[in-house]
């Protein structure tokens, strides 16, 4: 018999940084929470990630090597 494991949801609202570039555009910047980076595999050394959009959501994973 195999085990279904089921998706454990974390939602976190966050703030959304719009820094003013050098040529008058703009870069945004989220901070995500360590405990959710960690989760993720997320390190100083391996921080390359993947951000899929999708119906209207955006998806963060881990960037495999």
Known sequence: MSRVERKKEKS???KISFNKGGNGGYTLK???P???A???GITKE??????????ESITIRKKEK
């Open 38 to 40: 960690k989760k993720l």
């Open 34 to 36: 360590i405990e959710l």
């Open 30 to 32: 989220l901070g995500i």
């Open 46 to 55: 391996e921080n390359s990630v993947i951000l899929t959009f999708e119906d």
């Open 12 to 14: 976190v609202e966050k």
